[in-house]
């Protein structure tokens, strides 16, 4: 068998073009795919285009920022805080695994959820 030969063949995931001889059995698909699929690059470019929604004409600087600041406070809305008595530290529910973990509001942290990694919202200290 000659390796580097030259033929090329067309995934059937894909359907790009690659050289023959670097197809492999990808066990999800269950047939032979080209190097990018089996790696999953062409997922994660069809993710990618599916995640990102189509903005409007005209849409702006100002409307991302105003996107942003959105989110966020439908965030803190989502996650409840409860004060543990006598201490700095509130018990907080993450919004996006429903986990419950301390949060010391006076150092805040941890800044992430520790079983999702999700980003906690800032709170002000309380009294």
Known sequence: M???SGIKAQC???NGFAVADQFRLHPLHRQMVCPSCFTGKTDQKKKQAEETPKKPAGWDAEDEYLDRVAKLRRMQETVTFTKIPGSDAVKCTCHHCKYQFKYDVARR??????YCDTEVPRIKPLM
């Open 2 to 4: 000659i390796m580097g």
């Open 109 to 114: 942290s941890p800044r992430v959820c520790p």
């Open 12 to 14: 059937k995931v894909c």
